[in-house]
């Protein structure tokens, strides 16, 4: 990640972006990794210094990090459904996260999702954002660092002015005795494909697994 400029006026740090997380984690750890802060602020006439870091991912993703009055604990200014995003980006697990403004609330229905496959087949969505950049980078960074997983990028909702019409993928099973039927119905080419090699790659199934293209349900 490159470091955002400076200059900005300092408003801009919190306006752009909400306060979404809040992090309790070392700041000697912290700058081991990224470095001394882009930008120090002296507050409350010299009792504390507010320290920034601020930076843009090559997925276009900007977050600013201020450590405010403890040394050891952080705000992240990104926004709420990009917490994953800018976690993975950062490096950091979920145990140094005190506080997101997304806990407990459900994905949005509509925008780019990151879906996870396991070994089993088993599929849910993991993220969702607008910015479809964003969530292939997730995506991305997710399926480096996955054992035995994969996971894929699917639009959820109604396409946005320009895009191409939306087509599902069905994952067709078929005997030897030609009969066909569709055993899962994905959003992404990738996916399926993907699924439909799991069930060939099992010797417990004698069928044959293959994927075409299909029309949305209504």
């Given at each position: 990640?490159?470091?955002?400029?400076?200059?900005?006026?300092?408003?801009?740090?919190?306006?752009?972006?909400?306060?979404?997380?809040?992090?309790?984690?070392?700041?000697s750890?912290?700058?081991r990794q990224?470095?001394?802060?882009?930008?120090?602020?002296?507050?409350d006439?010299g009792?504390?210094?507010?320290?920034?870091?601020?930076?843009?991912?090559?997925?276009?993703?900007?977050?600013?990090?201020?450590?405010l009055?403890?040394?050891?604990?952080?705000?992240?200014?990104?926004e709420?459904l990009?917490?994953?995003?800018?976690?993975?980006?950062?490096?950091l697990?979920?145990?140094?996260?005190?506080?997101?403004?997304?806990?407990?609330?459900p994905?949005?229905?509509?925008?780019?999702?990151?879906?996870?496959?396991?070994?089993?087949g088993?599929?849910?969505?993991v993220?969702l954002?607008?910015e479809?950049?964003?969530?292939?980078?997730?995506?991305?960074?997710?399926?480096?660092?996955?054992?035995?997983?994969?996971?894929y990028?699917?639009?959820?909702g109604?396409?946005?002015?320009?895009?191409p019409?939306?087509?599902d993928?069905?994952?067709?099973?078929?005997?030897?005795?030609?009969?066909r039927?569709?055993?899962?119905?994905?959003?992404?080419?990738?996916?399926?494909h993907?699924?439909?090699?799991?069930?060939?790659?099992d010797?417990r199934?004698?069928?044959?697994?293959?994927?075409?293209?299909?029309?949305?349900?209504?």
């Open positions: 990640m490159k470091p955002l400029p400076t200059d900005r006026p300092r408003v801009w740090l919190f306006e752009r972006h909400a306060h979404a997380v809040t992090l309790k984690a070392s700041r750890s912290f700058e990224w470095g001394p802060p882009h930008l120090v602020v002296t507050r006439e009792r504390f210094l507010e320290a920034h870091w601020g930076w843009r991912s090559e997925c276009g993703l900007e977050l600013v990090v201020v450590s009055r403890e040394a050891d604990r952080f705000h992240v200014f990104i709420p990009e917490v994953d995003h800018a976690m993975a980006h950062l490096g697990k979920d145990e140094v996260v005190e506080w997101r403004a997304d806990a407990g609330l994905l949005p229905r509509e925008g780019w999702a990151v879906t996870r496959m396991d070994e089993t088993n599929r849910y969505d993220a954002s607008p479809r950049a964003h969530v292939a980078c997730f995506a991305r960074i997710l399926e480096e660092r996955a054992h035995k997983q994969s996971y990028v699917e639009f959820r109604t396409p946005a002015p320009g895009e019409a939306r087509k993928w069905a994952v067709i099973r078929q005997d030897e005795h030609g009969n039927a569709e055993v899962a119905r994905l959003q992404s080419e990738q996916g399926a993907a699924f439909a090699d799991a069930y060939e790659a010797p199934h004698k069928q044959t697994y293959f994927v075409e293209p299909v029309a949305p349900r209504s």
